[in-house]
């Protein structure tokens, strides 16, 4: 049997874009670019994405459980298992700019390689 743990999860935040409506899910602890302030984002249209953390929650609203439950679905029919959360805490801050600083610096070695 297996037993599920927020350790195994991904967490999720699901909003609406104000003015295009779009429907968003924003995974708040894996960083999209070098920025630090940035993280995956993913939507029906475009899927997988980069967006900026402060900019898009000034720029979405919150979702019912009844909105954002067609996005949940097409993540987890391609394979996400996750943590649904309101709100982005400074634990997903610390945990993001963690990973962000192993990836650069993982880039940077391979660039000293080079």
Known sequence: ??????ENLTKVIFRRHKTSEEIMAIFPQLPGSPATNSCI???HI?????CFVNLIVKASVPLSE???APLKKELEDIG????????ITMKDHVI???ENKAINEAVEAIHADA
């Open 1 to 6: 049997m297996i037993i599920m743990t927020t």
């Open 41 to 43: 984002c993913y939507a």
């Open 46 to 50: 475009g899927q997988h994405g980069t």
């Open 66 to 68: 009844d909105e954002y």
């Open 80 to 87: 996400y298992k996750l943590n649904i959360m309101k709100r």
């Open 96 to 98: 993001r700019h963690k």
